[in-house]
């Protein structure tokens, strides 16, 4: 049961980043994931998160109408889509699977209630 981040790097400011978050013994569409990011010194702190169906999605205040999450449940993968990236944003960004049945259909950025975390890719966000 493994889940992999990939698509982080260095990117300037207002520039883009596609992460994706790919699974192995795990049917991504039958739970809900969320994207969590810590930066050095800071606690970790919940970005986005998406419902099994892909019907409900959730996003902190700091990247709303800048990042997108999505799934594409043929790949079994879940995307984090950011975009107007800042300073900001630099962090160690997470995917995290939830099993409890009470965020399946409406997901929620506490990472109490997600129990498989991926290894993280670094996103930095510099000039």
């Known amino acids: 049961l493994q889940l992999v981040e990939s698509g982080g790097g260095l990117v300037q400011p207002g520039g883009s980043l596609r992460l994706s978050c790919a699974a192995s013994?795990?049917?991504?569409?039958?739970?809900?994931i969320g994207w969590f990011r810590q930066a050095p010194g800071k606690e970790r702190e919940g970005v986005s998160c998406?419902?099994?169906?892909?019907?409900?999605?959730n996003y902190a205040d700091s990247v709303k109408g800048r990042f997108t999450i999505s799934r594409d449940n043929a790949k079994n993968t879940v995307y984090l889509q950011m975009s107007s990236l800042k300073p900001e944003d630099t962090a160690v960004y997470y995917c995290?699977?939830?099993?409890?049945?009470?965020?399946?259909?409406?997901?929620?950025?506490?990472?109490?209630?997600?129990?498989?975390w991926g290894q993280g890719t670094q996103v930095t966000v510099s000039s």
């Open positions: 995290a699977l939830s099993t409890r049945a009470t965020v399946q259909a409406m997901c929620v950025m506490m990472d109490d209630l997600y129990n498989y």
């Open positions: 013994g795990f049917t991504l569409r039958y739970y809900a």
């Open positions: 998406i419902s099994s169906s892909g019907g409900s999605t």
